[in-house]
């Protein structure tokens, strides 16, 4: 017998030696968590991370009061409703100035009442706050603005970095030339 008949043979009877063992089946996804244990985790989130440097009782009274106010989905659909009239409006054939107008004075009016009760309601919770809560509160909320803003200079960095520092698209094709109009020469 020859040796390479020989490594043949081998290779063939240690095939199912060496194969490998299939992969486990995937885990099955989790249930997406419910409104309420969003909202549950929120407040959760919200203790641990927003406010460390502020007492217990302090961070509960400024929880209760950015969870307060006006029924929040009620306010959005009021907006949603009042940016649909203005797009109504534009995108009519006759553009209506007056009711553009209307729809975006609506859409800023729910707006602001949405905002006013949450104020009323932050100035509220000021009020009970210990003095060293309230010095607490301005610190860390200082902290949440720097590291905010670090985050978005480090996302302005990564976007920039894909597109190239002079707005090109690095190794991305250019988009198509766009349709001709009707109506354009040819």
Same mark, same amino acid.
């Given at each position: ?45 919200? *203790? ?35 940016r ?17 107008? !209307?729809a ?14 949450k ?36 996302? !302005?960095?990564?976007?920039? *970095?894909?597109? *190239?520092r002079?707005?090109?698209? *690095? ?16």
């Amino acid at each position: 017998m020859s040796p390479r008949l020989i490594a043949v043979a081998a290779l063939l009877l240690a095939g199912p030696a060496l194969a490998q063992m299939p992969p486990p089946p995937p885990a099955a996804p989790a249930a997406p968590p419910m409104a309420g244990d969003m909202r549950a985790m929120h407040g959760r989130m919200m *203790g641990q991370r927003m406010f460390p440097s502020m007492s217990e009782a302090g961070r509960a009274a400024i929880r209760e009061a950015m969870m307060a106010g006006d029924d929040r989905r009620a306010a959005r659909q009021k907006v949603d409703a009042a940016r649909e009239k203005l797009l109504a409006a534009l995108a009519a054939d006759r553009l209506d100035v007056a009711a553009v107008k !209307r729809a975006m004075d609506e859409e800023r009016a729910v707006a602001e009442t949405s905002r006013n009760a949450k104020q009323a309601a932050m100035l509220a919770a000021f009020q009970k706050l210990s003095v060293e809560d309230r010095k607490a509160f301005a610190a860390d909320s200082r902290a949440m603005k720097d590291r905010m803003g670090k985050r978005m200079a480090e996302w !302005r960095d990564r976007w920039q *970095g894909r597109r *190239g520092r002079d707005g090109a698209r *690095g190794d991305m094709p250019a988009p198509p030339p766009a349709p001709p109009r009707p109506g354009d020469a040819e």
